[in-house]
């Protein structure tokens, strides 16, 4: 009680919680061909990604109360990666994982919160950020998304090949970067892997995907 009453008077405050995002059952996978699918584990804290020359996105809604969420962070492991390759090509842009960020303006956001993530990514009023481990890129390249358009940028945070890392990443200044104004409330994520123009594997996981 004390240290909140010192904290008023001085004007400030504790900081914000980061909110875990749980691999739980509000994940489903998008598919982009009817015979094209990646292998998905959900367990709570971890999603495994298993990708044999194939390709798809698994989604999971945000609840409002996160909505004005401007950082996030997570941990990643790659043991089997695909080969190195330019991802700002359409076809030729494999990546053992891409981390999707999805922001709608809040009125956009209330009238599609059961709609599915094709349907918000093809959204005109979307903005998504996509961070990669993946490609022939150094960290902090920042590409033109050759399927998103002006709605997307990708992020490169690493290049192709196997390890295990730990990122966090300023979601609103990203966003400023790449659009030029404030975030809007993001909405959704997802994760992906790629091997399909390859025809290579990914044997990979994301754990500890927290967002604040």
């Known amino acids: 009680m004390r240290t909140a009453i010192l904290l008023t008077a001085v004007g400030l405050t504790l900081p914000a919680q980061a909110a875990q995002v749980a691999f739980d059952d509000s994940w489903k996978e998008q598919r982009f061909s009817l015979f094209s699918s990646n292998d998905y584990g959900f367990d709570g804290d971890t999603l495994t990604v298993e990708s044999d020359g194939t390709v798809s996105l698994a989604y999971s809604p945000l609840p409002d109360t996160l909505w004005s969420a401007t950082t996030a962070a997570w941990d990643w492991s790659v043991t089997e990666s695909v080969p190195a390759s330019d991802l700002s090509v359409k076809g030729g842009d494999d990546r053992n994982l891409a981390m999707y960020f999805v922001f709608l303006p809040e009125a956009e956001?209330?009238?599609?919160?059961?709609?599915?993530?094709?349907?918000?990514?093809?959204?005109?009023?979307?903005?998504?950020?996509?961070?990669?481990?993946?490609?022939?890129?150094?960290?902090?390249?920042?590409?033109?998304?050759?399927?998103?358009?002006?709605?997307?940028?990708?992020?490169?945070?690493?290049?192709?090949?196997?390890?295990?890392?730990?990122?966090?990443?300023?979601?609103a200044a990203d966003f400023n970067a790449a659009f030029g104004s404030d975030p809007t409330a993001l909405v959704g994520v997802a994760v992906s892997g790629d091997s399909d123009d390859t025809e290579s594997a990914i044997r990979a996981s994301v754990s500890n995907l927290s967002v604040e």
């Open 109 to 171: 956001a209330d009238a599609l919160r059961e709609e599915s993530v094709r349907k918000l990514l093809t959204n005109d009023a979307a903005r998504v950020l996509v961070y990669v481990w993946g490609g022939d890129h150094v960290r902090g390249d920042k590409l033109d998304s050759p399927y998103l358009g002006d709605r997307g940028k990708t992020i490169v945070l690493r290049p192709a090949g196997t390890g295990s890392e730990t990122e966090a990443v300023d979601l």
